[in-house]
């Protein structure tokens, strides 16, 4: 699932668990239950980080 910060940047976080990943390169597990990211949800990651940078071409680099 994808999560909203305050400044509405998207952060990924885990399926199962609800926390956020604390690591985000590929194949990386979720770092309170250990359920695998998916590719899935790394494309929905980036669509999400990609669909924010766009709509917000002032702020720097969200949180991650
Ligand atoms: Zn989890």
């Known amino acids: ?6 400044l509405g940047a998207p952060q990924l976080a885990c399926d199962h668990c609800g926390c956020r990943w ?3 390169v ?3 597990t ?3 239950c250990g359920s695998e990211v998916t590719p ?3 494309a929905e990651y980036q ?5 924010f940078a766009a709509q917000n071409p002032n702020l ?3 949180d991650r």
């Open 30 to 32: 979720c770092y309170e």
């Open 26 to 28: 590929e194949g990386a």
């Open 47 to 51: 669509v999400a980080l990609t669909r």
């Open 60 to 62: 720097s680099q969200p």
């Open 1 to 6: 699932m994808i999560f909203l910060n305050p």
């Open 22 to 24: 604390f690591a985000r």
């Open 40 to 42: 899935e949800n790394m």
